[in-house]
Structures are given as structure tokens and as C-alpha cells.
């Protein structure tokens, strides 16, 4: 019988941090964007979904970038669910990640399992951990839910027996989601069943992509004789399968740098992908044909590839590749949802055992008549369509809960969503204002023991922050929303109204210095950023108050300090740096800052004396080239390869 239990999972970990309490206010610097003179070679189609409604910022979310890389064992809630033949573990407070596929029989495991739990920025919203089985869900990126905990239940299977149904509130863009798991009794194939829906009177764009990391000595097999080649460089491309520029690149040590193939499969032609180790065993996705896209990672065989897979992980683990499947053919691309409808499509993975060695058709030929074999497309097709009555199966018991957005939501519109209940017992500290606002109108007054809370930026909560009371409180999260809806100029009026009655007055003050560095005042920036600073450190609590005063202090002081070098005002930043708790100074991040700010000084061997002694920057972005560009200011030296995090050929 296929059985549902709590586990936990103990390994070392790193602590996720507070979040960042300041707002996203800046375009979203996102590193999968296409350079424009790509556009013109592209399909209609992609060309036309390339284009649809890109993310252009991060609000509502906050920036989670407080963890650093000190990991100690922790225990880590699990789920398991498993059968005679499969034994799959979920992280339901890690955004319902697959992190263990265990094939039963031959007692091997089919995914690359990360032996420790450690965030990196690499989310849209910052943390995000490398292996397993995520699902992103949002736009163009890693999932803003990386490292946040969804809701989980036992509901009814279509074979009588049970599923284990993740589901959450999905805020960029506003749609609830679900993800059914289950593994019929017998079968070498967990069944992955998608829902996501559209309950807005409006068109939305959607984005889906399942991401599998796999160990990279494997060989990637995909039913296509094309690709597009995307490279950090933001080129896209078609290129030949498997072999282009020289190598065979369904090999993932064959590529020299960070890159994405997303296969062409042609119509008609199932949807697959494996990757088979030299003896030709390995893992297999397959799906139903709305989930259409599929697609090759690899961080390369270059040295700027190598230290992010060591940057990932510990030290003697071996590398990683993804073999990924989407709704679209890249993941550049959003699809246009209709207004209150949905979609969704039935994956399943398991073991596949193939030669993957020969040539490319025969390869192929082979492997997709094993998986015939193993788990027919019919059966596949027979699965989804029995497993979609289930979809709206209301959830049993209660395995884990998620965030009080959802709820919020549901509340505001009344929204019946069968299948994925939004209760109101799982509101917290976070929607108790919003609560408040839906139900009386006003905002309640601030908590004075923390920074403002988080903004709902959607239309609806707009319209009710225009018509209540404008305290200091509402302007400042009227501004935020009007910010988010591209009515620059009146959050600007909005945050300007506020700052004149408030007592605390920082965070307007940091909005309008933002505001004034995105519109080309950098001396005006740098003079709000310099007074925002002055009001937060005279509360007196970034280094003696709780984790998010200093989250504040750390965030606000290290903007403050890149807006005062910008304008050329090294004195400032200097005493910005200085005014900051010694905590946060001996952080990897600010040990940069201090060697940029060093030789903006002319201090130049005091800022090569700071690499000297080392630093890691915990949260450095994806593609992020700053520590090579400082050092090549300093000297002409090879950058040393610790920090090396190059993922283009060109970069510096």
C-alpha cells in the first residue's frame, strides 16, 4: 500500500535569516533576459511570448537575504510518501521540494540530493538551495518560494488510495496552485499532477517550469535534432542536437560555461527527457503535452562554474546538472491564462535504463522505446484525465501550512477555490493589518517594535489605501502600491504627503531617495539616503533591537552607501560604514563594500587587503560580476579562485 508520513530530515544547515524589511523598489534585475538583437530571428509565437508581461519587480515579496553560510545540524520537517517500489521525500517548508527519489529495487537514488541545506541568491527574491525537484511558478526565474513553506494534506488518489497535495498563493502574479503527488500501488513512477488557476476577471500570465537536478556525469537525451542556446551573455540562439560549436553538448562537462538548451520537440512527439549515467541508468520526466517545453542546465566546466558548485554544497560533492519541463519553449517566455480559467497537465518521473551511447537517432529511438515500455504515453494520458476529478478533492488531514496570503485573498474576494482552501485560520501577524484595512477601512497605527510590514500592491488594495485615512502609515504603503502600478510621480506625492506628520520618518525618506536615484538625482538620492540613515540610527535599535532593526540597519546602510559613492561623496559613506554594528561590518557583503569604499578612497592596497584576508558574500546574485570588476580595479593579477563566480566568457 502507498503510504503518506511525517519524517524529519537532519543536515547541516544554514539559518535563513529575517528577510530584507525594505521594500523592492528597483527594477528587477533579472539575468534571463534576451538581448534585442535576438528578437527578430525568433518564432511568432516566442517572439510574441517572449514579450508578454515580463516581471518588472518583485513587490508584494520581500528580499530574503539574511542568511549567511555558517551551516550546524538541523532538523528539517519532512513528508514521505512512498510505495513498494518509490520512496519519495518532500520538504513542504521549503516550498514543497522534492529532495529524495529513491528507486526501492536497486536501492538508487535518481536525483542529485544536496547533502546540506544552503541558500543562495538565486531566487527572484534571493534565497534559493540547489538539488532535487522544484517547482517554479511566478515568471521568468526561480520561484519566490524557494525557501517558504506551502501547505500540505492527504487527499483521495484516483487508484483509492492517497495523495499528497502541496498548494499556495503564488503573489507576483496573484494565482493559487497545486501540486498532486502520488505513486499507484507497484509502479516505478511518481505522478506529479499541476493545477494552476486564473480566478481573475482579466488575463494573466502564467509560468511554470519543473526543475530536476541530476549528477552532471550524465548523458542528456531529449527527443530533438535543435535547441535554442542561452548563455549568460543573453544571447539566444538555435543551435543543432547534440553536437554544436564543436562538442557534443548533451554532455555536461562538454560546455565550458553557465547555459540553458531548451530542446525543440517537434509536435506530435512526446514529451520527454532523461539523463543516463555511462551504464545507462538513470532518471526520466515525462508528461502530457501541455507541459511542452524541456530543457538542459549546465554550470560548465570552467572555473567560474566549478566555485558556484562548490559554493552550493560542501566540499566533495559532486556536480549537478537540471533537465527541466515548461509550459512554454524557453523560459523567457510567459502564456497568456484567460480570465477565470486554468491549466494543467500530469508529469511522472522514474527510472529509465537505456544505452545512451551511439548515435543521436538511434539513441534516441531506443530510450523513448524503454520508456514506451516502462510507462506507455497512453498511460499517461489515462492518468491525467483520471486524476482531474481528484483535482478538486477538498484536502484531509493537515500536513503543513503555508503563509495567510492566500487567505487574505479569499477573504477580500470571496473567491470559492474547491481543492485548495485558503482558511482564515492560517492568517498571521503579516495580513493583520490588511485584515483590518478590508474590514474597517483604515490601516490600524504601526507596530512600533518593527519596521513597516509588507504592501499588497494589487488594484483592489490600491483603490482602499486612496479612499482611507492618510496617516504617515497609508501614504507610505500608498506610495509602495502606486510605485508598483508605474504611477511614479504620485507615490512620490504620496511618500512627500506622509513624511510631513510622521514621527518615524525613515522609511519614507529612504522611498524618496530610491525614487530620486532611479530618476537621475544622485546629490538629491544621496542627501535622503544620508537623513534616512540619521532618523533609523537615532531610534537607537539597529544594533541592540531585534534581528529586523538590524536587518534595516544592514539594508538601509549599504544603500546608503552605494547612493553616496555614486554621488562621489566618499565622507558620507565613510561615516555611514562606521555608524554601522560590527556585526554587520565583519559580514562577506560588507566586507566588499568596505574594499569598494576603500578604493574610492585612493586606499587601494587597504582594498587589496581586504580580498588578502578573504570574504564570502553569501548573497551574491546570479551573474553578478562585482568582485571580479573591483579586482581588476586593484590589479592586473589573475582574479584569485575563490572568487571566481564568472558565468560568461567575457566577463571581467
Known amino acids: 500500500m502507498t503510504t503518506i508520513r511525517r519524517e524529519v530530515l537532519t543536515l547541516p544547515a544554514a539559518q535563513l535569516g529575517p528577510d530584507n524589511p525594505l521594500p523592492p523598489l528597483r527594477p528587477l534585475d533579472e539575468a534571463h533576459r534576451i538581448d534585442d538583437r535576438d528578437r527578430a530571428a525568433l518564432p511568432r509565437d516566442m517572439a510574441r511570448q517572449v514579450g508578454y508581461e515580463p516581471l518588472r519587480g518583485l513587490l508584494p515579496v520581500r528580499v530574503r537575504d539574511g542568511y549567511g553560510r555558517s551551516r550546524s545540524p538541523r532538523a528539517l520537517d519532512a513528508l514521505v510518501i512512498e510505495n513498494d517500489r518509490l520512496r519519495a521525500t518532500v520538504l513542504p517548508g521549503l516550498g514543497g521540494r522534492i529532495a529524495s527519489l529513491l528507486h526501492k529495487p536497486t536501492e538508487r537514488e535518481l536525483l542529485y540530493v544536496n547533502p546540506v541545506f544552503q541558500p543562495a541568491n538565486f531566487a527572484l527574491n534571493g534565497a534559493w538551495f540547489s538539488g532535487g525537484i522544484e517547482w517554479n511558478i511566478g515568471a521568468t526565474g526561480h520561484t519566490t518560494l524557494s525557501c517558504s513553506p506551502v501547505h500540505a494534506a492527504r487527499v483521495p488518489a484516483p487508484d483509492g488510495g492517497e495523495m499528497l497535495r ?80 564543436g562538442a557534443d553538448r548533451t554532455y555536461p562537462l562538454n560546455s565550458v560555461h553557465a547555459a540553458d538548451w531548451f530542446y525543440e520537440v517537434p509536435d506530435g512527439r512526446r514529451r ?48 549537478y546538472c537540471e533537465i527541466q519541463a ?45 520508456l514506451e515500455r516502462a510507462l506507455p504515453r ?151 539616503y544620508a537623513d534616512a540613515f540619521d532618523d533609523l540610527c537615532a531610534r537607537g535599535d539597529g544594533a541592540d533591537g531585534g534581528e529586523q532593526w538590524r536587518a534595516a540597519t544592514a539594508a538601509l546602510g549599504r544603500e546608503a552607501i552605494e547612493a553616496l559613492l555614486a554621488a562621489g561623496r566618499t565622507g558620507d559613506a565613510r561615516a555611514v560604514w562606521e555608524r554601522l554594528p560590527e556585526e554587520v561590518r565583519a559580514r562577506g557583503r560588507f566586507r566588499l563594500t568596505e574594499a569598494q569604499l576603500l578604493c574610492a578612497e585612493g586606499r587601494r592596497a587597504e582594498a587589496r587587503a581586504v580580498y588578502d584576508e578573504g570574504f564570502e558574500v553569501a548573497d551574491l546574485r546570479e551573474g553578478d560580476e562585482t568582485i571580479g570588476r573591483l579586482w581588476a580595479r586593484l590589479t592586473d593579477e589573475p582574479l584569485p579562485a575563490r572568487h571566481d563566480f564568472r558565468m560568461r566568457p567575457d566577463a571581467g
Not at 520526466?285 to 572555473?303: A, C, E, I, M
Not at 491549466?343 to 524503454?370: C, I, K, T
Not at 482552501?421 to 490601516?443: A, D
Open 166 to 245: 502541496l498548494w499556495e498563493w503564488e503573489r507576483l502574479r496573484d494565482l493559487p496552485f497545486q501540486v498532486d503527488l502520488w505513486l499507484p500501488d507497484g509502479s516505478d513512477f511518481l505522478r506529479v499532477g499541476v493545477r494552476i488557476r486564473n480566478p481573475h476577471e482579466r488575463p494573466v500570465p502564467a509560468y511554470w517550469w519543473s526543475n530536476t537536478a541530476v549528477p552532471e556525469g550524465r548523458r542528456v537525451l531529449a527527443p530533438a535534432d535543435e535547441a535554442w542556446h542561452f548563455g549568460y551573455d543573453r544571447r539566444l540562439r538555435r543551435v543543432p542536437v547534440p553536437e554544436s560549436d
Open 378 to 528: 497512453a498511460d499517461v494520458d489515462a492518468a491525467y484525465t483520471a486524476w482531474l476529478p481528484y483535482a478538486d478533492a477538498e484536502p484531509g488531514e493537515r500536513l503543513a501550512t503555508g503563509s495567510g496570503w492566500g487567505a487574505l485573498e479569499a477573504l477580500r474576494t470571496g473567491w470559492k477555490l474547491p481543492g485548495t482552501p485558503f482558511g482564515e485560520s492560517t492568517l498571521g501577524e503579516e495580513q493583520e493589518p490588511w485584515l483590518h484595512l478590508l474590514r474597517t477601512g483604515y490601516l490600524p497605527e504601526p507596530d512600533p517594535h518593527g519596521p513597516p510590514g509588507q504592501t499588497p500592491v494589487a488594484r483592489p488594495w490600491r483603490d482602499m489605501l486612496e479612499t482611507a485615512p492618510a496617516t504617515p502609515e497609508t501614504e507610505y504603503h500608498l506610495g509602495i502600491a502606486q510605485w508598483h502600478a508605474g504611477d511614479l510621480a504620485q507615490a512620490v506625492r504620496s511618500w512627500e504627503r506622509g513624511i510631513e506628520g510622521a514621527t518615524e520618518r525613515w522609511p519614507l525618506l529612504r522611498c524618496l531617495a530610491l525614487a530620486d536615484r532611479e530618476g537621475g538625482h544622485p546629490e538629491r538620492a544621496a542627501d535622503r
Open 326 to 370: 515548461g509550459l512554454a519553449r524557453t523560459q523567457l517566455e510567459h502564456v497568456r491564462l484567460e480570465a477565470e480559467s486554468e491549466v494543467s497537465w500530469l508529469e511522472a518521473y522514474g527510472p529509465l535504463d537505456a544505452d545512451p551511447e551511439g548515435q543521436w537517432h538511434a539513441v534516441l529511438r531506443a530510450a523513448e522505446e524503454r
Open 272 to 319: 520527454w527527457i532523461a539523463a543516463l549515467d555511462e551504464d545507462g541508468y538513470g532518471l526520466a520526466q515525462t508528461s502530457t503535452d501541455t507541459l511542452r517545453g524541456r530543457k538542459l542546465f549546465v554550470w560548465g566546466s570552467g572555473p567560474g562554474g566549478r566555485r558556484w558548485q562548490e559554493w552550493l554544497t560542501e566540499p566533495g560533492t559532486g556536480g
